[in-house]
């Protein structure tokens, strides 16, 4: 929970809960008086910290999923490089996959690190105009284990929202680990005060993948966030030589049109699958300017319009 204190014991309830500081999990924690006494359920200062630390940035934008390997991280690099491929746009890129941070190696920037100054923590920049925070870079190697429970977590996350220095920025693109969470609800909460322009949700178009972002959908509704829209992302494979599109992943259920008809929601778009996609994330480069005519370079530029046409201008 994002309101466990980092220090808290293994079974915390929570600053919030009505046993804070009364029950057998308390006992020896050096928050138990200090929650007992209910000063611990007045709202994290860090709430507004970050509120001031974020008045430079326009939209914050949240990538989601429920399922995990449904692509979020690759369709957050390459939204955020199609963003950023407009000069007059700043575009800063935040990673919250605490336990598994793939955008530097996505991005081009493994072996990276993070400098500090008197106003925070700088952001490892990709172009003059794109920026990217992630643990990635505090590691002192791509394959360290961060073996964290929860409140090591969303204290991690707090200090990427308060100390990193953003400067002026117009769209902060954030991109989260699968599920309903430890890091969401910490993005939830701590950005509160300043304000979720909108969420994305990524799918594949088979019902495995489809149930658990239902439940997304759902905490997204539960916390209030509004949604941009939905992508399919897998959305069949286009062979680069006959052209025609063949389903790997069939939607046996009507895949992301269904269900956004269903929940009523827009579907933003679909991105078929591309070997050259993975190649490009493993090679730190952008498949946007690798294969810009390819089907799903055209797919992610139109997603890109189709959120600007569907949310007013959210996404450009």
């Given amino acids: 929970m994002a ?21 057998s999990a308390c006992q020896g924690c050096p928050n138990q008086n200090i929650c007992a006494s209910g000063a611990a ?26 399922k995990g390997g449904v692509g979020k991280s690759t369709f957050s690099a390459h939204l955020s490089h199609a963003l950023a491929s407009d000069d007059s746009k700043e575009v800063a890129l935040l990673d919250v996959d605490i336990c598994g941070p793939s955008i ?39 394959d360290d284990a961060v073996i964290w429970r929860g409140p090591k977590k969303n204290g991690m996350i707090k200090q990427f929202l308060r100390d990193v220095d953003w400067g002026e920025v117009d769209y ?9 969470s430890d890091e969401h609800l910490s993005i ?15 799918t594949t178009p088979q019902e495995v993948s489809l149930q658990d972002v239902r439940k997304e959908i759902r905490f997204c509704k539960k916390v209030k966030i509004p949604i941009i829209g ?22 046996t259920t009507g895949g992301a049109q269904r269900m956004c008809e269903e929940l009523n929601l827009p579907l933003l778009g679909s991105v078929p699958l591309d070997p ?9 480069k952008s498949f946007l300017t690798e294969v810009p005519d390819s ?19 959210m996404l450009l």
Avoid at 188 to 202: E, K, P, R
Avoid at 276 to 284: F, H, K, M, Q
Wanted: aromatic letters at 4%; one cysteine or more; proline letters at 9%.
């Fill in 3 to 23: 309101d466990v204190p980092s220090d808290a014991p293994e079974h915390c309830p929570g600053t919030s809960s009505d046993q804070a500081g009364k029950s």
């Fill in 230 to 251: 939905v992508i399919e992302n897998m959305s069949g494979f286009v062979c680069p030589k006959c052209k025609n599109t063949s389903q790997i992943f069939p939607p």
């Fill in 276 to 284: 050259r996609i993975g190649r490009s994330c493993d090679e730190g």
């Fill in 104 to 142: 530097p190696k996505i991005m081009g920037l493994e072996g990276e690190q993070v400098h500090q100054s008197g106003s925070g923590w700088s952001p490892v920049y990709v172009e003059d105009n794109l920026a990217v925070m992630s643990i990635g870079f505090l590691l002192s190697s791509p």
């Fill in 188 to 202: 939830v909460q701590y950005l509160s005060g300043a304000g979720i322009d909108g969420a994305v949700i990524i």
């Fill in 295 to 313: 089907p799903a370079a055209v797919a992610y530029q139109n997603i890109v319009q189709n959120g600007t046409a569907s949310h007013t201008g």
């Fill in 41 to 66: 359920k007045a709202p994290d200062p860090a709430i507004e910290e970050i509120r001031q630390k974020l008045t430079t940035v326009k939209h914050k934008i949240l990538v989601l999923s429920g």
């Fill in 172 to 180: 902060l693109i954030v991109d989260t680990p699968p599920g309903t």
